[in-house]
């Protein structure tokens, strides 16, 4: 059975510090997304990565991808208090096909 | 910016009862998926579709769900008799062929009493 996990699920972290997001998957795959939610809201896409090595950065926020150790990260740096949010990495079960499956997700509180 | 757009926002309905949920999804898009989530928890795959038909469906996706594209715009999930444990966020998603990126909807909450 495939199986997308985060850790950690929680994490509580002070301002202007940095911390790592990780997610392992148990099958082959070459394409993945992550995603942040905030509370009572819809999914907003953050990264995609389609390659191994992939890497890609969008503010404090930094995504890579090691598909030889099904792995990806999300790293934060010098966090502020609006990326409060829940994050979420989703595996496309093998490439070009029709399933995505969403890891457990990563509740982050950013504390003032 | 093109978006994907759910009906109703929120429905509540009695247990037994068939519910349709609707999505517009992004008018080039080609692929097109159902998700549920329960009380923020975890994401749960429902089903996909394309070229007109269900390319593939979740263990939880049984007799009681459908999917149907009635016209070239509409997307709909239709849950036949719902029971307690359909309560949740249904989440409607579109894509094209290229990066596989998700766009989502804002969803439709279920409630069933």
């Known amino acids: 059975e495939l199986k997308v996990e985060q850790n950690p699920l929680f994490l509580s972290m002070q301002e202007g510090k940095n911390y790592t997001i990780y997610c392992n998957y148990s099958?082959?795959?070459?394409?993945l997304y992550w995603y942040r939610q905030d509370p009572g809201k819809s999914l907003e896409s953050l990264f995609v990565?389609?390659?191994?090595?992939a890497v890609k950065q969008e503010g404090r926020l930094m995504a890579s991808l090691d598909t030889k150790a099904r792995l990806s990260t999300l790293h934060i740096t010098a966090a502020v208090h609006d990326l409060s949010a829940t994050y979420f990495c989703?595996?496309?079960?093998?490439?070009?096909?029709?399933?995505?499956?969403f890891g457990t997700g990563t509740r982050l509180k950013v504390l003032a | 910016e093109p978006e994907v757009t759910q009906t109703p926002s929120h429905q509540v309905t009695q247990m037994g009862q068939e519910v349709i949920l609707r999505c517009v999804p992004i008018?080039?898009?080609?692929?097109f998926y159902w998700y549920r989530q329960i009380l923020g928890q975890k994401v749960e795959f429902l089903v996909s579709?394309?070229?007109?038909?269900?390319?593939?469906k979740s263990e939880i996706f049984d007799d009681q769900f459908s999917v149907e594209r009635p016209d070239g715009s509409n997307f709909t999930l239709k849950i036949r008799s719902t029971k307690l444990e359909d309560s949740a966020m249904y989440f409607c998603?579109?894509?094209?062929?290229?990066?596989?990126?998700?766009?989502f909807g804002e969803g439709s909450r279920l409630t069933v009493l």
């Open positions: 989703a595996v496309d079960v093998t490439s070009g096909t029709y399933k995505y499956i």
């Open positions: 579709f394309y070229n007109n038909e269900i390319s593939e």
């Open positions: 990565l389609l390659s191994n090595g």
């Open positions: 099958t082959t795959s070459d394409r």
């Open positions: 998603a579109s894509r094209t062929r290229g990066t596989g990126e998700l766009f």
């Open positions: 008018s080039n898009h080609l692929y």
